[in-house]
């Protein structure tokens, strides 16, 4: 289906504000390729009973505050609940049916499980209407709350939560794993570091509620300690020492320093394993490419590192593997 000069419903829910940041992103994904596109971001509430929205997204944070355990007793208790019985959605469902019809969309997506429930009850009643509905599970959960069966396509956040979908009778099809939409401001080529200042992104659910304790505290100190001194050294790096240090985890001073006897007639990769070496000569290729794309040292090492230490794992376990034949 093309959705040139079409007109997609995109319904959502104020609680939180992962529902709500979730459609803005699928919005403007759409509209980057199909600029043509009419889409609509809604409330389902507000386009079916808006004096319900303000008490009801109130008890949502009252509840995620004060009484997260109940709060997360009803959440998982949801899992394995068959929404069909639920009859919350019912009492939304019959204006917001007057405003689908009203708006006559091309496309359905809904990124909250009651917005799923009350287009699952418009295909029920209007099935001679053929629009297609997608589910974005902005969840990282196999909650059937989400699960309808007229639902023509679900987006998943992960491979793990499609296997558990498809374990609970969803045909394969009818799910692509697509990670939880997010805004394009976090899709960056390069990371650009400040004198001083450190970014650092916490995530959470539930309002973003979690309890920050002192040892997590303590680590983050740690954390901006180890950080700066991993600037300072690069600041002054040769391009041998950012690969050693990616994969043996210390510069060829600090090995001599360590080893002065082998270090007379040695250096630190004639003690490497055929390993390491391969390694060594992938990152190596990857520095180059990366050098002539103009990415920082500080960008590089952390790559390299990432690079270094995933190829490593693979040559172990190809190792094991060919030990046990």
């Given at each position: ?92 469902t019959p204006k917001l049916i007057e405003y689908i019809l009203k708006v006559n ?123 700066k001194e991993n600037l300072e050294w690069l600041a002054y790096a040769e391009e ?86």
């Amino acid at each position: 289906m093309s959705i040139n000069n079409k007109t997609i419903l995109i319904l959502t829910a104020q609680f939180g504000a992962g529902h709500i940041s979730a459609a803005k992103a699928i919005k403007d994904y759409i509209l980057e390729k199909y600029s043509d596109s009419n889409i609509l971001i809604e409330n389902f509430i507000d386009a079916s009973l808006p004096i319900m929205n303000k008490p009801m997204v109130k008890f949502y944070e009252n509840n995620t505050k004060y009484t997260p355990g109940l709060y997360n007793y009803y959440y998982y208790f949801k899992k394995s609940f068959d929404p069909r019985h639920d009859i919350s959605h019912k009492l939304y469902t019959p204006k917001l049916i007057e405003y689908i019809l009203k708006v006559n969309p091309d496309l359905i997506i809904s990124t909250f499980p009651l917005a799923a429930a009350c287009v699952y009850n418009f295909k029920e009643k209007y099935n001679h209407i053929n629009i297609p509905t997608l589910t974005v599970i902005t969840d990282v959960v196999d909650s059937l709350e989400w699960v309808y069966p007229n639902t023509d396509m679900y987006f998943v956040p992960s491979c793990e939560i499609k296997n558990r979908f498809v374990q609970k009778g969803i045909h394969p099809s009818k799910i692509k794993v697509t990670g939880v939409p997010i805004s394009k401001n976090f899709n960056v080529n390069s990371k650009y570091i400040t004198s001083g200042k450190y970014k650092l992104l916490l995530l959470g659910g539930g309002r973003g509620l979690f309890d920050v304790s002192e040892e997590f505290m303590y680590w983050i100190d740690n954390f901006i300690e180890n950080y700066k001194e991993n600037l300072e050294w690069l600041a002054y790096a040769e391009e041998a020492d950012i690969l050693n240090v990616a994969l043996f985890g210390f510069t060829a001073k600090a090995w001599r320093d360590e080893n002065p006897e082998l270090a007379k007639k040695n250096n630190v990769r004639d003690f490497a394993s055929i390993n390491e070496l391969t390694v060594l000569s992938n990152l190596e290729t990857h520095n180059a490419q990366m050098i002539r794309e103009g990415r920082s040292k500080a960008e590089r090492f952390q790559i390299l590192k990432e690079i270094a230490e995933y190829q490593l794992n693979i040559l172990k376990a190809a190792e094991k593997i060919k030990l046990i034949e």
